[in-house]
């Protein structure tokens, strides 16, 4: 079993649309969690770590729930420019490891 | 600000044959890690390094050596190159530990005929 699972999508929304992704996590030890956005040929780069209690930047929700095992993105209001592969990564504790999902691929239509 | 940057950004090499992938950081970050990203696994971790002289497994391992002399330099060779090993090769580092943000590299694209 993967240690993080995405669904791949994609998922095709028009622009002002709400879009959600969920990711599920294998270890219940898991102890850091991310939202990481790549561009196509491009490399990660982060988007939001996400806390217990949940955090928001902007447009973007984060939402961590330890029950069962998974996190989520909330994406309000989608721009063009949202369009990207939005990688769930999760860290187990003590060590340097971070376990990456193979991503969600979001396009934002006009 | 030239942060991390990888070199080659591309390269098609043969079966058998040495590779050496070069990662270098200016921000004399503690923790390097190298990844592979094929389609289908997402990235996994290769080899990492907590410190120069320090380096450990990752997730795949098997066909790569790596060495960290210096803090800022992160070196990952293939001693002798597979078709498996056809990917895109991603270096990243952080700050200290793994709550940190990792900070990725441009990626090398490797091929092996």
């Known amino acids: 079993r993967k240690e993080v699972e995405q669904d791949p999508g994609p998922f095709n929304v028009p622009e002002g649309a709400t879009v959600a992704f969920n990711c599920t996590y294998s270890?219940?030890?898991?102890?850091?969690f991310f939202w990481y956005r790549q561009d196509c040929r491009k490399e990660p780069k982060l988007l939001m770590s996400?806390?217990?209690s949940g955090n928001e930047d902007g447009r973007f929700t984060a939402q961590l729930n330890r029950a069962s095992q998974y996190i989520s993105l909330l994406i309000r209001d989608s721009k063009l420019s949202d369009s990207a592969t939005y990688l769930c990564?999760?860290?187990?504790?003590?060590?340097?490891?971070?376990?990456f999902g193979s991503g969600t691929k979001l396009n934002v239509k006009p | 600000d030239a942060g991390i940057t990888q070199s080659p950004r591309y390269k098609i090499t043969e079966t058998g044959r040495q590779v050496t992938l070069m990662c270098h950081q200016t921000?004399?970050?503690?923790?390097m890690f190298w990844y592979r990203q094929d389609l289908g696994h997402g990235l996994r971790l290769i080899y990492y390094?907590?410190?120069?002289?320090?380096?450990d497994k990752g997730e795949v391992p098997d066909g790569y050596v790596v060495s960290r002399s210096k803090t800022e330099n992160f070196p990952l060779t293939l001693e002798s190159a597979t078709r498996s090993q056809t990917s895109v090769y991603f270096c990243?580092?952080?700050?200290?530990?793994?709550?940190?943000?990792?900070?990725f590299g441009p990626g090398t694209r490797l091929l092996v005929l």
């Open positions: 990564v999760v860290n187990k504790n003590n060590f340097n490891k971070f376990y």
């Open positions: 270890n219940s030890a898991s102890q850091s």
């Open positions: 390094s907590a410190a120069a002289d320090i380096t």
């Open positions: 996400v806390y217990s």
């Open positions: 990243a580092s952080s700050e200290s530990a793994y709550q940190e943000t990792q900070y």
């Open positions: 921000w004399s970050h503690s923790y």
